[in-house]
């Protein structure tokens, strides 16, 4: 069999000397939440197989339990490197739907909350270079508990309405990896477009010599255009003045290759591959501004579900695959909705030029229980800062559609904390503090709307003497201030042809038209509004592909073509006239 996941699942922070533990796992379930009493930790080996890194849930995980799975367990052995000796090891986990804790040779190693990114931790004291031991991974995932993040995942048994299959335990690769002990932990990339350069800030597991040195190196094709290094100290900026720079942009993603080395004296002690792109991201007014040129958010939602994986991509294809498909649609970008995207996913828009806003699963809680804000806010910080230096990420959205709100004080500190933190850690983009609903303070007011009548549809949004824009919520919303305005969710119009087969309860929004040719008209026209609406800078058709019971893609689930794609694509390539991007 071959090792499903094989590509390093961090391509902008590579180091060479790592191993793929994707593959067959053995697995048992913990009903009672009794295995640590019951000795589980100290496994070597349980009674059935998964194939890592696809969740239970999933057809290609092998098992396909689509019930409610509130406590598992993993098991696999692994081999350390002898040439590892003196290294650190640390053992990486792409994502854990929800709470992971490892064991190495019964010996806890860590826990971690957050079913949605990727987290390490160091097991160089629970291991021995040239040595074979059991790792074990307990998972804990009370989805219905209202007090975890879980977006689109079913809290019922079946699917149902907006809410699919669920995903438990391990879904994103998982992978060991040795480093330096004084190598680095982390960068933060920050391109400056005006400058001609970039600025990176290195985080360092340890900076407990003196003479270490921090270097980077820029390529742009094969040659060097940028090199520059500085002390090796916590927080120091290093500076890559570009020689003829040359900006990413939508359709053109010029990238530069970064070599990252921590040295001691004039001895490489730690090298990082990475990669940056040189692009600016601003609001003047109403206006989004990408590379100083004023942007409309041709945007489509995509929720990252596939049939076969659920949350997980079955390949690297599939990934590059699903942005190759908006294009060809004529979006030039994607809401990320409900779910946190892989690292590699992130990469292919990166490499092919499409433009993102990243967004939470935000569902599963309300922004006023306190429990579920602390997990929620713990794990948004981790969310920005491991995606942040993506250049095809242009806006952080922690929320979507915030309406159930008993607590209003409470849910806007809330979602006001979440927006502090996407500031905190990444000044350079702005924020849509929640999609849809009830805003709290936010760079880009976003509305959701579903009228199927283009004339309905242009009334609503039309301003007037007495309001500025329409809202979802004007009583518990903030007041908009001038903002960037984005209908973020429209359309999704439902068209499931007979001869496709028919999924029982399947649904869209609005009355499903009675021909292909009442479909293309109607989600024309209700383009047409919203290109012809001088205070709207971007749209979010409604969906991507289909998602089971879900029926309004501009694709079918399993992402074969629906529609006359050059007919889709003359609706979604246009733009409006002030708009140069």
Request: charged letters at 25%; glycine letters at 10%; proline letters at 6%.
């Amino acid at each position: 069999m071959s090792m499903p996941r094989p590509e390093h699942p961090r391509p902008q922070f590579q180091r060479p000397a790592w191993i793929n533990l994707n593959g067959p796992w053995t697995f048992t379930f913990d009903p009672g939440r009794s295995g640590r009493e019951r000795g589980l930790a100290d496994s070597r080996g349980f009674d059935r197989e998964i194939l890592v890194p696809f969740c239970p849930e999933s057809q290609l995980s092998g098992v396909g339990h689509t019930d409610f799975i509130e406590a598992m367990w993993y098991h696999r052995r692994i081999e350390i490197p002898a040439d590892w000796a003196g290294r650190n090891v640390l053992l990486h986990v792409g994502g854990v739907d929800y709470e992971a804790e490892a064991y190495v040779d019964g010996r806890s190693a860590g826990v971690h909350y957050g079913g949605t990114v990727s987290f390490a931790m160091d097991i160089t004291a629970l291991v021995e270079p040239g040595g074979t031991h059991d790792l074990v991974l307990r998972v804990h995932d009370d989805t219905r508990s209202g007090r975890q993040p879980g977006g689109k995942q079913s809290q019922a048994y079946d699917s149902h309405g907006c809410f699919y299959t669920r995903t438990t335990g391990i879904w994103q690769t998982v992978w060991l990896e040795a480093m330096d002990p004084r190598g680095l932990a982390d960068v933060h990339i920050v391109p400056d477009l005006d400058g001609g350069r970039l600025l990176i800030t290195p985080t360092f597991r340890r900076t407990d010599r003196k003479g270490l040195s921090f270097r980077a190196t820029a390529r742009s094709g094969e040659a060097d255009v940028a090199r520059a290094a500085v002390s090796a100290t916590q927080g120091g900026t290093l500076e890559l003045q570009l020689v003829d720079p040359v900006a990413w942009r939508p359709g053109q993603a010029h990238l530069y290759d970064l070599t990252l080395e921590v040295l001691n004296g004039e001895t490489v002690i730690d090298r990082v591959g990475s990669y940056a792109g040189l692009r600016k991201v601003h609001i003047e007014g109403n206006r989004i501004y990408l590379n100083n040129r004023p942007l409309f958010f041709r945007s489509v939602l995509d929720q990252g579900f596939y049939p076969d994986g659920l949350w997980t991509a079955p390949s690297d294809e599939a990934l590059r695959g699903d942005i190759e498909r908006s294009m060809a649609a004529g979006f030039n970008g994607a809401r990320l909705h409900q779910k946190v995207f892989e690292e590699r996913f992130h990469y292919w828009a990166d490499r092919l030029g499409y433009l993102t806003w990243a967004e939470s699963s935000s569902w599963g809680g309300v922004p006023s229980d306190v429990t579920y804000s602390y997990s929620f806010l713990n794990e948004w910080r981790e969310i920005v800062r491991r995606s942040r230096n993506h250049p095809s990420i242009i806006a952080w959205t922690p929320f979507n559609e915030t309406c159930d709100i008993p607590d209003l004080p409470t849910h806007h500190r809330t979602q006001i904390a979440a927006y502090d933190i996407c500031k905190d850690l990444d000044p350079t983009r702005p924020v849509n503090d929640a999609s849809g609903y009830v805003h709290s303070h936010t760079d880009i007011f976003t509305v959701h709307t579903y009228a199927q009548d283009p004339e309905a549809l242009r009334a609503d949004l039309t301003p007037t003497d007495t309001r500025p824009v329409w809202q979802n919520d004007p009583d518990r919303d903030a007041p908009y201030a001038g903002q960037p305005y984005i209908v973020d969710e429209y359309g999704g119009v439902k068209w499931n042809p007979a001869d496709a087969g028919r999924t029982e309860g399947s649904w869209g929004y609005g009355e499903t038209p009675r021909s292909l040719d009442e479909f293309y008209d109607r989600i024309a026209a209700l383009t047409d509004v919203l290109l012809g609406l001088e205070h709207i800078s971007g749209y979010t058709y409604t969906q991507l592909t289909d998602i089971e019971q879900e029926q309004n893609g501009v694709y079918f689930y399993d992402r074969s073509q629906k529609f006359d794609m050059a007919r889709i694509r003359g609706v979604f390539s246009r733009k409006p006239n002030w708009a140069e991007i």
